[in-house]
């Protein structure tokens, strides 16, 4: 049969599907699109599609001349309805055999996106008032936006001002354009999906990061900031708008990711990256992309994937240039340290605040470490050499220096770089349950719900986790903040306090002796 | 006399006023050579705190310099 052809009559899946078959394929994908009685909220009764037929043959010729090149499949077709129809009937059909599922249903979707965005067929709704209305053709649609003329389309101007139309159900997420890429192919976007990122920081550098990482369809997106969006950061993190200063970064940028790809589960830490929290952070991810402002961000971030043997991508921006750097937990590659031995002060070399900046100087190396990160994730990288790249954007340089291993930094010896000084103490004693609640530390009472139905009055502790629901799973201890962890004697609070400090939560104590050992 | 081919990056730069240029020098080593182009451009930043790579390579400060070599000195950058 022919690889894209119109039809007047009704469509003959059955008679199509025959056509494919091969002794070869070992699998047969096919889409049917079919006419509803619904579209933005009115009631159609009927509608007529309407093609350019000679050009549309050709478009769509091409299109699975393409999908059967690039997924490498053994037959493919389709076929589109041209003229009258009615709710219910066949509107287009594609049909894709395959030695393997996989590419079959890669190549069926790859046609059908292509076939809807490429070809020039027109639909005309006839809708149950009477009315009617050439719709829903996406060069159609495309034409309106850019002459802000023809249809009308009504745009939110809230948090997702810029996700569009109002879909019953959003459009499916469209990766056909770096499928396409013979390194990339459907099994990387499946390596993609299944990975997790933690940016940290999602100022200049880590907009351009987040951005490209949410829509390559990266599975999960952690986002470490603390800081509040001020008017002074727009220009170089154009993700939020005038309207966002004065909320928190990580926050508003969560909701932007999410309108730009729902795939992606992202998840917020509003907060610094600090000693106390980083390690647990770091665990729960594969790669991290480092994109604060300050050294002491910088070498924690170091520190803590140097331990956890996670890769990283740092970079670092002054004025007109920029620096990048990968770093994978294998024996020979230089990390941070090695690089810098004596950790820099932050005020020493400037930041964007003192020193200035363009905004497409972070957003170039923010791309550049997007792209590193998904060589990492896809496997890309393997011939490559660990090195410091230096770009300049006043000159358009860029210079490759190869970087070793420093022999004198031990980043291997885990006391080297522990978080916690060893000399922190474990339990801390108090008086009284007010000196306490006075330490400037949160208390968490983690004893069981029956122990503090009998505490007399004046010994209620707000924060109640119960060991017995965080020993099962029920309850997750908060990785941020500083907390005094009590019960009643100081054996349990003393073991939950051993096990958050070797997951890297710096800031927990016990409460020595437990409530038994407080002076009422 | 060796002709050297010098680039700063960032402080340095800023320092110098150029982001490159051609040096005749007597320095022997990479670390002669910052402490003469340190003098000269008033740089400021203890040579403890750099990286120096010749020929695209980061390497030590003893390294001997010969003609035609390229030589960048490297600060550490912070922004973002």
Redesign the interface.
């Given at each position: 049969m022919q690889a894209f052809s119109f039809s007047s009559g009704p469509l003959e899946p059955g008679r199509y599907r025959e056509a494919l078959e091969d002794r070869s394929a070992g699998g047969f994908a096919s889409f049917e699109g079919w006419v509803r009685d619904h579209n933005e909220g009115r009631t159609v009764q009927r509608l007529e599609y309407e093609a350019f037929e000679a050009l549309a043959l050709k478009e769509g010729e091409r299109i699975v001349a393409e999908a059967v090149a690039r997924f490498g499949v053994t037959h493919a077709a389709c076929v589109h309805r041209v003229g009258p129809l009615a709710i219910g009937e066949l509107a287009v059909w594609v049909g894709v055999s395959s030695a393997h599922r996989g590419e079959a249903f890669a190549a069926c979707r790859y046609i059908i996106d292509e076939v809807k965005h490429r070809v020039p067929i027109w639909k005309k709704e006839h809708y149950t008032d009477g009315d009617s209305g050439w719709v829903n053709c996406e060069r159609c649609a495309a034409a309106a936006h850019d002459h802000d003329g023809g249809h009308v389309h009504t745009h939110s101007t809230g948090d997702f001002a810029g996700a569009d139309h109002e879909h019953d159900v959003p459009p499916a997420q469209d990766y056909s354009r770096q499928i396409a890429l013979p390194e990339v192919g459907t099994a990387g976007q499946a390596k993609l999906a299944a990975a997790s990122v933690l940016v940290v920081?999602a100022?200049?550098?880590?907009v351009p990061v987040l951005q490209y990482l949410a829509a390559a369809g990266v599975g999960r997106l952690g986002i470490v900031d603390g800081d509040v969006i001020e008017a002074s950061n727009l220009h170089r993190q154009p993700l939020y708008g005038v309207a966002d200063v004065g909320r928190p970064k990580a926050t508003v940028a969560a909701a932007r990711l999410h309108a730009l790809n729902r795939d992606v589960r992202i998840e917020v830490h509003e907060t610094r990256a600090t000693a106390g929290n980083i390690d647990a952070l770091v665990k729960n991810y594969d790669l991290v992309v480092e994109?604060?402002?300050?050294?002491r961000a910088?070498f924690l971030v170091n520190d803590a994937v140097v331990r956890a043997l996670k890769p990283a991508v740092f970079?670092?921006?002054?004025?007109y240039?920029?620096?990048v750097q990968l770093y994978r937990p294998l024996p020979h590659w230089p990390c941070l340290r090695c690089?810098?031995p004596?950790a820099?002060r932050?005020g020493?070399?400037?930041?964007?605040a003192v020193?200035g900046?363009l905004g497409p100087v972070?957003a170039t190396l923010g791309a550049m470490q997007a792209m590193q990160a998904l060589k990492r994730l896809l496997g890309l990288d393997a011939g490559e050499a660990p090195a410091?790249v230096?770009v300049?954007l006043?000159?358009l340089e860029t210079?490759?220096?190869?970087?070793?291993r420093n022999p004198d930094c031990d980043h291997d010896n885990p006391a080297a770089t522990a978080a916690t000084p060893a000399t922190e103490p474990l339990e801390l004693g108090f008086e009284t349950l007010a000196d306490a609640f006075e330490s400037g530390l949160e208390l968490v009472d983690i004893r069981e719900t029956w122990e503090r139905a009998h505490d007399p009055p004046g010994l209620q502790i707000p924060a109640h986790l119960p060991l017995s629901a965080l020993v099962n799973g029920y309850l997750e201890f908060p990785v941020e903040g500083r907390y005094l962890i009590i019960c009643a004697h100081g054996v349990r609070s003393r073991s939950l306090t051993e096990y958050l400090r070797a997951r890297g939560q710096a800031e927990v104590y016990s409460l020595r002796g437990g409530l038994a050992a407080l002076r009422s | 006399m060796n002709r050297i081919e010098v680039q700063y990056f960032a402080v340095l730069r800023e320092r110098a006023g150029v982001s490159r240029e051609t040096v005749e020098t007597t320095a022997a080593t990479a670390a002669d050579l910052y402490d003469e182009l340190a003098g000269r451009h008033d740089f400021g930043l203890p040579r403890a705190m750099l990286r120096v790579a010749v020929n695209d390579e980061f390497t030590d400060w003893s390294h001997a310099l010969a003609a035609g070599d390229r030589v960048v000195f490297i600060p550490p950058v912070a922004g973002g």
């Open positions: 920081g100022g200049g550098l880590g994109c604060t402002d300050n050294f910088k970079a670092s921006v002054h004025q240039e920029g620096q690089l810098w004596e820099p932050d020493l070399v400037g930041n964007c020193a900046v972070p410091l230096t300049d006043l000159t210079r490759r220096l190869v970087a070793r | -």
